[in-house]
């Protein structure tokens, strides 16, 4: 049920400001909105720079930072998002020439600028003036400034400044030749907020939704404890709350507040803005509880996402691949990396790996064959103090050309020739992963893995997106391209293989959605606690698995945490004996139709089966009770890309080499392979002839060809 978060928060516009007056409040120009730009001809290259704060640096280098940019053919900066308090340091005050001189000279360099709205950090005066806006944590601890990202993005007080602010910058940026773009705030979340605001909101929300007090305590099974609200004024805040229903409902309406408060600043953006600038966000990596990224995408030109990976020994391209096949599948098209690795990270001092030579390169090659049109760093210098002292830029501390700078110049070189041929490169995978934010924020109330003892404080040591992400790692270590799919997607059958992880929280809509997917003739694969609790995250009280029970083949009443791991009968998969384990939980399946695959090797639960595939009309459905080891998941979609015609020599390349494919602009075949290893490797490369655009050299089908370490090949076809 979709709800219009407009008809249930407070209106934005229905209180001013104590001391402003109508006049000073608000610019009251009112402009057609611009078309969207043309992506196409705005992105005629990849677009490659770094996030550059000018003011952060501790003198006077504008100049030389420009010259060292140009020289290493950097082509973008992003530029304004984090500093409020410069661009309006008194209330109503507003400064520009600060960053006009910045912006004049980037452009004048041939550097593009995407400016960012400065609205998650709030400046010292608004605080002062209104400390009400400071989001308020679940239990009402107290709220103190000193940290970003700390207001609640629904206060009506905090959107008037905001808006404000917004207006007069894109006002005064619209017909800047040199600003191609703007990014709508920053890493954006609910951060936590319950204020009171919030919770009037929530509580109108739920009017909407479920119409009577009556049928949310159905909904939610709120005679549990006696906990029934006969009336909407009854409504308990969310703070100590127990109900699942009530917890699961929360983690919407945080992801509505979010999706209302980008929505709503990108049609501000495309109100004032100029013809040729996009919208953008850029989301933190992505899979956030409190975030409906896809939804958020929606109200966006392009998306963008911030992609932090592991370097040296932990750098093997697979955390870029997972953040990038999300980001990429919420709109499914290309994306700009707003943020990545420049040396090293972290907030403290602790974890200081900076890359391996190679490796800041291939990084870049490796976003953009995921669908990256753009990749900025962050950031282009280190900062000399404050929270991020140590999370390192492309310059050190002492800002002078290093060992990063001169593989940042070379990969610049080289996307200065290859970026026209590489940019808006598409991917046509045929596996998915669906993707559900409300089974993985229910799971987490409900963990089925604990790391302490029963009754103490602990965390859970697998969960829903460690599910998820073992089935990407194994189709990653595949060669197998992935896109992500949501509850909300409809047509699921140009996949011919639909990955399924621990679907807990579903309408019986979308079950029988994959149901009718597998009848028409396609394939899942699907984990255990799938279609077991519905929309208001209450048991079905049918028997398990509810409306996947005919296209599962089987049915279950019981279920158990594994208190160690257990063997599979007769390693029916052929892996190691370390691998052909199953941990954390089984459920007693009691096939119907289906075909039971792997048993465990144990007395009791040995008469159950771990695994079965059922034949339901066109299609199969195999389906995992247990928790696999990650050697047994890999075997499973071997079996399945085997069945489905997708296992081929690119899926027995050696373990180093990662193979990516798509076609260019022109029609062409690409084909990215990296060696993700600080050895030399050498293959067999089968493809189509064509020519290496690295190398400009010839490549034939069986070819043997060899990887240097940390280095890669682009195959374009003839």
């Known amino acids: ?124 005066w608004l605080y002062h003036e209104h400390p009400e806006i400071l989001a308020r944590p679940l239990g009402g601890a107290p709220t103190f400034y000193g940290m970003r990202q700390n207001m609640d993005i629904s206060n009506p007080t905090f959107r008037f400044y905001a808006r404000r602010l917004i207006v007069h910058l894109v006002e005064h940026y619209r017909t800047n030749p040199y600003v191609i773009g703007w990014q709508i705030d920053n890493e954006t979340s609910a951060y936590g907020a319950s204020n009171h605001d919030d919770f009037v909101g929530f509580v109108n929300y739920l009017k909407q939704k479920f119409g009577t007090p009556q049928n949310l305590n159905k909904a939610w099974f709120l005679n549990y404890w006696g906990e029934d609200v006969n009336s909407w004024e009854d409504m308990p805040t969310r703070d100590d709350a127990q109900s699942t229903g009530y917890k699961l409902e929360w983690t919407r309406w945080q992801q509505l507040r979010v999706t209302d408060y980008l929505a709503w600043q990108a049609a501000l953006v495309r109100q004032f803005r100029g013809p040729n600038q996009f919208v953008t966000t850029d989301f933190a990596g992505g899979f956030k509880s409190d975030v409906n990224e896809e939804a958020v995408a929606a109200h966006l030109d392009v998306a963008a996402i911030n992609i932090y990976h592991g370097t040296q020994d932990h750098f093997d391209g697979s955390e870029q691949a997972w953040a990038g096949d999300y980001a990429r599948s919420l709109k499914q098209a290309n994306f700009l990396v707003t943020e990545t690795n420049a040396q090293t990270t972290d907030w403290d001092s602790a974890f200081q790996y900076p890359p391996y030579d190679g490796q800041l390169r291939e990084d870049v090659y490796t976003h953009i064959a995921n669908g990256a049109d753009m990749v900025e760093y962050w950031h282009w210098a280190s900062i000399n103090s404050g929270q991020e002292t140590y999370w390192k830029g492309v310059l050190s501390h002492d800002f002078e050309p290093n060992r990063a700078y001169a593989e940042v110049s070379r990969t610049g070189h080289e996307l200065q020739r290859l970026g026209p041929e590489l940019v808006g490169m598409t991917q046509h995978n045929q596996v998915a992963i669906l993707w559900s934010r409300d089974s993985m924020n229910a799971i987490r109330f409900m963990p089925f893995t604990w790391s302490g003892p029963q009754w103490t404080a602990g965390s859970p040591v697998a969960d829903y997106t460690s599910l998820a992400r073992q089935f990407h790692n194994a189709l990653y270590s595949l060669n197998t391209g992935v896109d992500f799919v949501f509850p909300e997607t409809k047509n699921l059958s140009q996949y011919k293989l639909l990955i399924v992880p621990a679907l807990y929280i579903s309408d019986d809509a979308l079950l029988n959605r994959i149901s009718d997917y597998v009848k028409n003739g396609g394939h899942v694969v699907m984990t255990f606690k799938s279609g077991f609790a519905n929309e208001n995250s209450a048991v079905r009280w049918v028997r398990a698995p509810g409306p996947l029970r005919a296209a599962c083949g089987f049915s279950y009443q019981e279920f158990s945490n594994l208190e160690h791991p257990l063997a599979l009968k007769g390693d029916p998969f052929n892996v190691s004996a370390a691998g052909n384990q199953v941990m954390y939980w089984a459920e007693f399946l009691m096939p119907e139709h ?125």
């Open 1 to 124: 049920m979709m709800i219009a978060i407009a008809a249930v928060l407070p209106t934005i516009s229905s209180r001013l400001v104590v001391g402003q007056t109508a006049a000073q409040s608000q610019p009251n120009t009112v402009r057609p909105v611009a078309p969207p730009p043309d992506l196409h001809a705005e992105f005629p290259t990849v677009l490659y720079g770094a996030a550059y704060y000018h003011e952060y640096e501790p003198y006077e280098r504008l100049d030389d930072d420009i010259r060292l940019m140009k020289a290493a053919d950097l082509n973008v900066v992003r530029m304004g998002e984090s500093t409020w308090s410069l661009w309006e340091p008194e209330d109503g005050h507003f400064e520009y020439a600060w960053m006009d001189r910045v912006v004049d000279a980037m452009g004048k360099a041939g550097i593009k600028v995407i400016l960012g709205t400065p609205t998650y950090s709030i400046p010292t």
């Open 594 to 718: 289906a075909k039971a695959l792997a048993y465990y090797d144990h007395p009791f639960f040995g008469r159950w089966p771990a695994i079965t595939e059922n034949q339901f009309g066109e299609g199969s459905l195999l389906y995992e009770g247990t928790y696999l080891s990650d050697g047994l998941q890999r075997a499973i979609l071997e079996r399945e890309l085997k069945e489905l015609g997708l296992y081929g020599p690119d899926q027995q390349l050696p373990p180093a080499i990662h193979l990516v494919e798509g076609t260019d602009r022109r029609g062409r075949k690409l084909e990215y392979l990296f060696n993700y290893s600080g050895d030399p490797v050498s293959f067999t490369y089968h493809g189509p002839d064509g020519s290496n655009l690295i190398t400009n050299g010839p490549v034939t089908d069986s070819q043997q060809l060899t990887l240097q370490p940390w280095d890669l090949a682009i195959v374009e076809a003839q």
